[in-house]
């Protein structure tokens, strides 16, 4: 799988936020997408996960358009959870995870032993199988993250695109849902495409940055030729230092 | 105290208070008789009289009842429902030009093109390019077309006879007075078949409820889906228009009220508590509008009137505590 955006521009209202944006990410990777407020990160992940339409430039997976494609064979192929998703009213753990089966399933086709086993394993990926039952508005905002993070990975799509996922969360349940997405690209190979704040986190979780500025790429690499002094007076017009994370040795940005 | 079994005993409860309480009431005896031997006051009454208006009642009240919950679970939004965003007006409009010039055209299809055209209008004022408008927008646009329907049928009363006149006024304000079988046969037909079409998009509507990003990304076309879901869930409401007048805050009420009384948690169980919840609301309310007063038989609407209007303002104010509005 690989997935590449090709002279893509986005923008609303003939206004680009976008332009000509050429990017390449390659299959098992856990990537993430970083940049200041309004530079259209989540925008470029909206339209990578066909929600927008590119103004300009094509988005490829595979070789093809994704805007070409069929939606609903498109969506076993890919999953996208959007930022702050809300719940209906009263709905269980269980019953949202199964939503995630939706492109598997055909009219009025019934549920079969492959859809349980997958809403298993993603409860399981994200340790709620005991929680299965319970309301989601009864739980705490780490928990149900996690809940929306097992409706896509019961969507079993080998590329998972997540817009700001740590997001509302304090630092130990921001770990915990990068842990956990890390753990299932490392297992299954899942390709696990997010746009992050936490220049450090984002450092540590993930193979390949894509850093953003206005209107354009920075840079795009390993976190280590990303996050670099230049890049980030570049990007975000701040004045930092970076120095080596002393637990992982990824880089660390100190502002000054 | 709550579950379907709850609902279904309180159901059976008002067709039979239905049945025996009114102008002049039955004891349970004779009603028991009547059933059984097809014979005396009993017979007469579940046969002609107030058999044919509670049945009626029933199947225009469910339908009326699950038009608004699946407004409410596709718009995600408790406000959202037929009657509050114009469409039932709209579909009583249509009857009345109908009447009123002299249309012969089958009462459910007029019905059907009235609640259509009034949706269309309130897709059309909204509507803006590229991404879909707010329900709180649609909400607000409803009820203005809502309005403005209701004002026109009122117009077009001035075209009829003077008796002719009062009749339709007082099934614009949605009233049961005088249904017989004809009527109870084709609300329940057409509103289960399409009850079925419904229940046929169930897994769409499960989709759209995480929201229109997160339904795309799951394979759905949004805005077709969207379409479907909206139109078979006008046809319901106009179906019940069609036999009980444009009566007001059924559709409303029912949802978030059937949802309280029978617990549910599934979409299905949700829809079906809400079409359970309608049915009720609408022949406690004719019940209530013809036993109320001795010697008056007021419209339901009335009833379902004095009923809606204080939920509505209650939910009104919860949807601002909530910060929703």
Known sequence: ?256 | MRGPVFMICLLCGTVVASLIFGQSSLSIATLWEGMTTGTGPGALMVNTIRGPRVVTAFGAGAVLGLSGALFQALFRNPLAAPDIMGFTSGAGLAIIIAVAFGINAPMPLVAAIGGLVAAGCVALITHQKGHAPAPLTLILVGLGVGFFSSALSTFLLTLLAHNEAAEAQRWLTGSLAARDWSHATQVWIIGGVLTAVSFGQMRNLAALELGPDLAAGLGLRVGAARWLLSGTAVLLAATGVAVAGPVPFVALMAGPMGIRMTGAQSLTGKMLSGAGAGALVLMLADLAARAALPGVQLPAGVMTGILGAPYLLWRLSREMKRGEL
Request: hydrophobic letters at 45%; one cysteine or more; glycine letters at 6%.
């Open chain 1, 1 to 256: 799988m690989s997935l590449t955006t090709v002279d893509l521009s986005l923008g609303y209202d003939d206004q680009n936020v976008i332009e000509g944006l050429n990017l390449t990410f390659s299959k098992g990777q856990m990537v993430s997408i970083l940049g200041p407020n309004g530079c259209g990160k989540s925008t470029l992940l909206k339209a990578m996960a066909r929600l927008q339409k590119p103004s300009a430039g094509q988005v490829v997976l595979d070789g093809v358009d994704i805007n070409t494609r069929d939606t609903r064979a498109l969506a076993r192929e890919m999953a996208i959870l959007p930022q702050a998703p809300l719940a209906p009213e009263g709905i269980s753990v269980a019953d949202l995870v199964k939503r995630g089966r939706t492109p598997w399933r055909g009219f009025l086709s019934p549920w079969r032993d492959e859809d349980s086993k997958a809403c298993h394993d993603a409860l399981a990926a994200v340790q709620m199988q005991d929680l299965a039952e319970r309301p989601i508005n009864e739980l705490s905002g780490g928990q149900r993250q996690r809940a929306w993070i097992a409706l896509v990975l019961a969507q079993n799509a080998p590329l998972l695109l997540l817009d700001e996922p740590t997001t509302f969360l304090d630092l130990v349940h921001q770990i915990e849902v990068l842990s956990l997405l890390r753990k299932r690209n490392k297992e299954t190979g899942l390709t696990v495409i997010s746009v992050l704040h936490d220049l450090n986190l984002a450092a540590r979780y993930s193979d390949q940055l894509v850093l953003l500025g206005h209107k354009r790429l920075v840079a795009a690499g390993p976190p280590n030729q990303v996050l670099t002094a230049a890049n980030l007076l570049d990007a975000f017009g701040l004045k930092a230092r970076v120095d080596p994370d002393p637990v992982t040795n990824t880089p660390m940005v100190i502002p000054l």
